[in-house]
Nanobody, 123 residues
Framework: QVQLVESGGGLVQAGGSLRLSCAAS????????MGWFRQAPGKEREFVAA????????EYADSGKGRFTISRDNAKNTVYLQMNSLQPEDTAVYYC????????????????WGQGTQVTVSA
C-alpha cells in the first residue's frame, strides 16, 4: 500500500499563489505516476496535473496550463503543485493521487488517493 499526505492548502486572494505538497510513504517503489485532481462544490472531481517518475513526462489540464506547475522530489517521494495567478474558480478540494501505471487524466487510472486539502480563492 501507498499512503499520501497533502499539505499547503489554504485561503488566498485572487491573483495569489499557493504550493501544495504531497508526500508518499509505504510501497513507494511501485509508484510510476503522481498527480493532482480537484473537486469544487457541486462538481465532479477533475484532473489537474500529473507527472511520471520516469521520463519526466508531465500533463496538465487546460485550466491550469501556464499557471500551475507540477514537480517532484524523487528522493523525498514528494510531488508539488505550484499554483500561480489563482482565481475564485480554482476553489476546490485538491487531491493527491498516485498510480502504478502511466500518467492518465482519468480517475480510474490511479490506485492511491490522499485525503485532500482545501484551496479557497477569494475574489
Amino acid at each position: 500500500q501507498v499512503q499520501l499526505v497533502e499539505s499547503g492548502g489554504g485561503l488566498v486572494q485572487a491573483g495569489g499563489s499557493l504550493r501544495l505538497s504531497c508526500a508518499a510513504s509505504g510501497r513507494t517503489f511501485s509508484i510510476n505516476t503522481m498527480g493532482w485532481f480537484r473537486q469544487a462544490p457541486g462538481k465532479e472531481r477533475e484532473f489537474v496535473a500529473a507527472s511520471m517518475w520516469s521520463g519526466g513526462i508531465t500533463e496538465y489540464a487546460d485550466s491550469g496550463k501556464g499557471r500551475f506547475t507540477i514537480s517532484r522530489d524523487n528522493a523525498k517521494n514528494t510531488v508539488y503543485l505550484q499554483m500561480n495567478s489563482l482565481q475564485p474558480e480554482d476553489t476546490a478540494v485538491y487531491y493527491c493521487t498516485a498510480s502504478r501505471a502511466i500518467a492518465s487524466r482519468l480517475e480510474n487510472g490511479y490506485h492511491y488517493w490522499g485525503q485532500g486539502t482545501q484551496v479557497t480563492v477569494s475574489a
